[in-house]
């Protein structure tokens, strides 16, 4: 693996199966992620985004071996991580790091912040008493959080308290990469930016590379270098996220902004709109997987399978409408 790149996603694919009758036999699979690569930089933010059901989330928590995957590899420090086993992988896990949507599930609600923030580091077998201590207190800082707090539990705080302290436990050891789910999502849109910021700060101080999934290309904006965007467990179009605001390639990308209202009165905006809904990913579509809902699908898109080819310098798009 290139040196340059903390993250190298090949051909990944996480397909689970569909068991039916009696005996549950597998009669066919949900490719949630199929086939995909891309490539993260350090301190770079990758943004996986897309409407529920794309992929994103699971192929963070594939990246993650929380679930095993189907083919592909993730290199991670030179090493491909989807061939090592769990118990091997459990000393790798203290790099990269995920951070949930609900707080609530991730934080054990019969522990003090203080508890929920030494476990890491008990964990990953990380300072002594005194430097444990010494690291909560700094952490809690780091998140904005004062240290009266530290005896408290997590139903004492607000959402966005709350997600705070899972910054902090994910933070606390030190990682590398960090992923964050709809990190933001279930936030007040104030709320939002104030942990936006905080990310973005934390992500300078403690050098951090991240992958931010999220179905909301108004957050995407302000906190990611490139942006993919995803639709039935494959990439559509991937690039830097200023190109993709001022330029998309993609028919869904540009729907997808169209959807997004305009900050600017006097600015027209068409949006168009989607026909139809995603299809039942264990029975995709034949050619491209956009193509029941893409206003410029053709006769080639029935059968043709678009590539995912890169159209000039880092940006790469798969549409029939960019290939000869
Ligand atoms: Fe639309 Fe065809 Fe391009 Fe798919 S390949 S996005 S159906 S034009």
């Not at 896990?93 to 949930?100: L, T, Y």
């Not at 240290?147 to 302290?165: A, D, K, M, V």
């Not at 990310?199 to 906190?223: A, G």
């Not at 494959?234 to 330029?247: A, F, K, S, V, W």
């Amino acid at each position: 693996m290139s040196n340059t790149y903390v993250l190298e996603v090949n051909n990944l694919k996480k397909y689970f199966p569909v068991k039916t009758g009696v005996f549950k036999r597998t009669t066919g699979h949900i490719k949630a992620v199929d086939d995909i690569s891309f490539k993260i930089k350090s301190n770079e933010t990758l943004a996986l985004v897309g409407e529920s059901g794309c992929g994103k989330s699971t192929t963070g928590r594939t990246i993650l071996k929380l679930y095993d995957s189907t083919a592909g590899e993730v290199f991670f420090n030179g090493e491909d991580i989807m061939k090592i086993s769990k118990s091997q992988f459990r000393h790798m896990r203290k790099d990269i790091q995920m951070i949930f949507q609900d707080p609530f599930s991730s934080l054990n609600p019969r522990m003090t912040v203080k508890e929920l923030l030494i476990e890491p580091l008990a964990t990953h077998k990380i300072g002594d008493s005194a430097e444990r201590n010494r690291l909560v207190i700094e952490m809690m800082e780091k998140v904005g959080l004062s240290n009266e707090q530290l005896t408290s539990y997590p139903h004492e705080f607000s959402g966005g308290q709350r997600q705070r302290i899972s910054i902090a436990r994910a933070l606390i050891v030190k990682p590398k990469v960090v992923i964050l789910d709809e990190s933001v999502s279930a936030l007040d849109v104030s709320i939002q930016s104030q942990i936006l910021n905080l990310l973005i700060k934390l992500q300078k101080e403690f050098n951090l590379t991240y992958i931010f999934i999220s179905h909301d290309l108004n957050v995407v904006k302000h906190v990611s270098d490139r942006t993919a965007v995803m639709y039935l467990g494959q990439i559509m179009e991937m690039t830097e996220t200023d190109r993709l605001y001022t330029n998309p390639l993609h028919p869904y990308t540009k729907a997808l902004l169209s959807a997004i209202p305009s900050l600017d009165p006097y600015e027209k905006k068409e949006r168009i709109i989607l026909k139809g809904d995603i299809p039942d990913p264990s029975n995709p579509p034949s050619g491209c997987p956009f193509r029941l809902r893409c206003p410029m699908a053709h006769e080639r898109c029935i059968v043709d399978k678009p590539e995912f080819l890169e159209q000039e310098e880092g940006h790469w798009v798969a549409c029939h409408l960019y290939t000869q």
